[in-house]
């Protein structure tokens, strides 16, 4: 598989599905982008008046049973790019909110709490039937449907004051500010992106911004997608892979795709 160095959590997840894929089948993720555009609007939630510590976002962030389809696990298994959001280095510091998206890490500079969790689809077994030609059907299948799916990394983070506010608008001003890239390192780490383009945003929570960003991948280029929604004083970041990205097929890692809607949907439920 291709080698995308940023997400190492990401790259470990893509392994384990696709491995998982030659005995299991994988509902398929579905997607759908809502009606905001950029940085929009919205009714203030009921969370604004409270900064969510850290055993309330345990209880506040998407756990399996809450999205349909779909299989919620720690995302803090696996090596990480940085030991830490200090160790974050960004040559353009105005990119900085999305390149700590990328990196596992809040969008923000002050938060008081943050966690996150992997969301993948949900795994089927199929009968062991190894003769069977319907098996080998069904086998195949599983391994298409695997690489048609989205792994996502859903966090939140908690903010005082206008903390959230002020989040939201940096990750804004980085989608509108590095259109044409930027290099994250860490370490002997680096990883360089190319583009920056403001997606259609979900219309989640109070305000919401939603982008893509080009990546490189032994040569080829990868996209992924991201999403920040404000609820209140507390701010859910949406990261989501393609797996068809690591296939090794020509042009895979462009395929379109969005931030699956009903994992938004249900995060946005858990936080009203």
């Given at each position: 598989?291709?080698?995308?160095?940023?997400?190492?959590?990401?790259?470990?997840?893509?392994?384990?599905?696709?491995?998982?894929?030659?005995?299991?089948?994988?509902?398929?993720?579905?997607?759908d982008s809502g009606d905001g555009d950029k940085a929009t609007?919205?009714?203030?939630?009921?969370?604004?008046?409270?900064?969510?510590?850290?055993?309330?976002?345990?209880?506040?962030?998407?756990?399996?049973?809450?999205?349909?389809?779909?299989?919620?696990?720690?995302?803090?298994?696996?090596?990480?790019?940085?030991?830490?959001?200090?160790?974050?280095?960004?040559?353009?510091?105005?990119?900085?909110?999305?390149?700590?998206?990328?990196?596992?890490?809040?969008?923000?500079?002050?938060?008081?709490?943050?966690?996150?969790?992997?969301?993948?689809?949900?795994?089927?077994?199929?009968?062991?039937?190894?003769?069977?030609?319907?098996?080998?059907?069904?086998?195949?299948?599983?391994?298409?449907?695997?690489?048609?799916?989205?792994?996502?990394?859903?966090?939140?983070?908690?903010?005082?004051?206008?903390?959230?506010?002020?989040?939201?608008?940096?990750?804004?001003?980085?989608?509108?500010?590095?259109?044409?890239?930027?290099?994250?390192?860490?370490?002997?780490?680096?990883?360089?992106?190319?583009?920056?383009?403001?997606?259609?945003?979900?219309?989640?929570?109070?305000?919401?911004?939603?982008?893509?960003?080009?990546?490189?991948?032994?040569?080829?280029?990868?996209?992924?997608?991201g999403e920040v929604v404000r609820h209140g004083s507390t701010v859910a970041t949406?990261?989501?892979?393609?797996?068809?990205?690591?296939?090794?097929?020509?042009?895979?890692?462009?395929?379109?795709?969005?931030?699956?809607?009903?994992?938004?949907?249900?995060?946005?439920?858990?936080?009203?």
């Amino acid at each position: 598989m291709k080698r995308f160095t940023l997400p190492r959590t990401g790259i470990a997840a893509a392994a384990s599905v696709l491995s998982l894929a030659l005995a299991t089948g994988c509902s398929d993720s579905g997607s759908d982008s809502g009606d905001g555009d950029k940085a929009t609007g919205g009714k203030e939630s009921t969370a604004a008046a409270k900064v969510l510590s850290s055993s309330e976002l345990e209880k506040a962030i998407v756990a399996t049973g809450d999205v349909d389809g779909f299989e919620v696990t720690s995302a803090t298994d696996s090596e990480p790019f940085a030991s830490s959001k200090e160790k974050v280095k960004v040559v353009d510091e105005k990119c900085a909110p999305i390149a700590y998206v990328l990196t596992g890490f809040a969008p923000g500079d002050s938060e008081a709490a943050y966690l996150n969790r992997q969301v993948t689809p949900a795994t089927e077994e199929i009968a062991p039937s190894a003769t069977s030609s319907d098996s080998l059907e069904d086998s195949l299948d599983s391994i298409t449907d695997a690489l048609n799916s989205t792994m996502t990394i859903v966090s939140l983070s908690s903010y005082e004051g206008d903390g959230a506010q002020e989040t939201l608008a940096s990750v804004s001003e980085a989608v509108e500010g590095c259109a044409s890239g930027f290099t994250v390192a860490a370490g002997s780490e680096t990883q360089k992106f190319t583009k920056v383009a403001s997606e259609k945003a979900s219309g989640s929570g109070d305000e919401s911004v939603a982008f893509a960003v080009t990546g490189d991948a032994e040569g080829d280029e990868v996209v992924v997608k991201g999403e920040v929604v404000r609820h209140g004083s507390t701010v859910a970041t949406y990261y989501s892979i393609n797996l068809a990205a690591f296939s090794g097929e020509a042009g895979a890692g462009t395929a379109d795709y969005d931030v699956p809607a009903e994992i938004i949907e249900a995060q946005a439920a858990k936080l009203s």
